[in-house]
Structure formats: structure tokens, C-alpha cells
């Protein structure tokens, strides 16, 4: 086995929200990390199939984003972004 070559290897305290919520079109279920890690942002997670993103303000504004991170339709992103909007 060839030698590992370790970009990093931390650890930290990290706190974790786990929410799970209905909408009209989908439920969610969510873990949102806050780490000093990212800048700010969070790291979420959709329970559901495994995706997970790194996601501060200006991702939520950016069109597309959690269409693509999350695999959603646009229906159901605008329902995740009213709520990540009041978590972010």
C-alpha cells in the first residue's frame, strides 16, 4: 500500500443541529454543523440520501445551488431556502 500523504488531520468542537421538517412538496431531514472550519458557513447535511453542502448567505442566493447540491426540484430548494435562510 502506497505511503498516505495528509493534507490535514484536525480535530474540533463542532455543534450539531438535527431538524426534521415537512413542507408541501418534500420532508427534510437535516444535521447543520457549525464548525470554524468553513468561513462562517455550515456544513448540511441531508439525512435522507447522504448529500451535503457547504452553504453560507450568499449560497442561498445563489440560483441553482441547492437544486444541484441536494438533487431537488426547484419547488423543493425554495422550501429548504425559507428555512435554511432562518439558520444561516
Do not use: P, W
Request: negative net charge; charged residues 30%; without cysteine.
Amino acid at each position: 500500500m502506497a505511503d498516505l500523504f495528509y493534507l490535514y488531520d484536525e480535530s474540533e468542537d463542532t455543534k450539531t443541529r438535527f431538524v426534521s421538517f415537512t413542507a408541501e412538496a418534500t420532508r427534510f431531514d437535516l444535521a447543520i454543523t457549525t464548525t470554524d472550519r468553513f468561513y462562517g458557513k455550515k456544513l448540511v447535511i441531508n439525512i435522507q440520501n447522504g448529500r451535503s453542502a457547504i452553504i453560507g448567505k450568499d449560497d442561498l442566493e445563489e440560483e441553482g445551488y441547492l437544486e444541484f447540491a441536494f438533487n431537488l426540484n426547484e419547488q423543493e430548494a425554495e422550501e429548504l431556502k425559507m428555512f435554511l435562510e432562518t439558520v444561516i
